[in-house]
């Protein structure tokens, strides 16, 4: 049964990057391991020639996981823009995002550092300009991420993540550090006044360069047009089309500033 069931996950994810995949994206597998776990992750070209260099965006799934057209989407995107983007598999076929909560969240941090690594050794990427960006879920993974600090790092862009900050990064100094943009409904039920005052004052404190662009009449998941239910709603979930065209109109800003000489 589990041979099946992997089969048929596979078969559902190929049958996704065919339909996203044009003349301009080119779009495989790619599978990376941590601590014996095997991540079956994606990655998106851009049309280029063989010598060229370009920058690497990783793209961080939300709890659904990243077998899903709008983490496709995403990297299809970002490769039409000249970026080479890594689709993260943060959970194999053993996690969940509960999973990484009962760890205190240093698998978590563990596991992004490990998909820093392999989005490093990816054919074609420029190992000086290395990004990451995450939605929900995967807000919260690249927050932590740019908390770790690492060296190649340039920056990090969180939609509507969580901020809070686990205890083990506190005293991180992020000076020269990646430079941070997070993106939150202002009415996010899951994120409320305090911990954006938190996450203001934790980032000030640690020198990090940041921002926090907060949307009004917004709550979780903005992004997600497939959030458009009155049970959505009820639950904190609605899209906006203003706040996902806005907020990824600054992300294309940020990542030609970040990736600027």
């Known amino acids: 049964m589990a041979c099946t069931l992997e089969a048929s996950r596979n078969e559902g994810l190929d049958d996704l990057l065919l339909e996203f995949s044009s003349e301009e994206v080119s779009i495989r597998r790619q599978?990376?391991?941590?601590?014996?776990?095997?991540?079956?992750?994606?990655?998106?070209?851009?049309?280029?020639?063989?010598?060229?260099?370009?920058?690497?965006?990783?793209?961080?799934?939300?709890?659904?996981g990243p077998h899903e057209a709008f983490i496709v989407d995403k990297v299809a995107k970002l490769a039409r823009l000249g970026y080479i983007a890594f689709a993260v598999d943060m959970f194999g076929e053993d996690l969940d995002s509960g999973s990484f909560k009962e760890e205190g969240r240093t698998l978590l941090q563990s596991r992004m550092l490990a998909a820093l690594e392999t989005s490093l050794s990816l054919a074609g990427v420029d190992k000086n300009k290395v990004a990451a960006i995450g939605y929900c879920f995967g807000g919260t993974a690249v927050l932590d991420l740019a908390r770790a600090n690492p060296a190649l790092l340039r920056g990090v862009v969180s939609f509507h993540g969580i901020l809070d900050h686990p205890p083990a990064l506190q005293d991180v100094d992020l000076r020269g550090g990646p430079k941070v943009l997070a993106f939150n409904g202002y009415s996010d039920p899951f994120v409320p006044a305090a911990g954006k005052h938190a996450f203001a004052e934790e980032m000030e404190s640690k020198g990090a360069r940041w921002q926090l662009h907060e949307f009004g009449g917004c709550v979780h998941a903005f992004t997600r047009p497939d959030k458009t239910t009155q049970e959505h709603k009820e639950k904190g979930f609605f899209y906006d089309k203003y706040a996902a065209d806005s907020s990824w109109a600054m992300t294309r800003a940020f990542f030609k500033s970040v990736f600027s000489p």
Do not use: N
């Open 31 to 64: 599978v990376h391991e941590h601590e014996g776990a095997q991540l079956s992750g994606f990655v998106s070209f851009p049309s280029r020639r063989e010598t060229e260099l370009s920058p690497c965006i990783m793209v961080v799934h939300t709890a659904a």
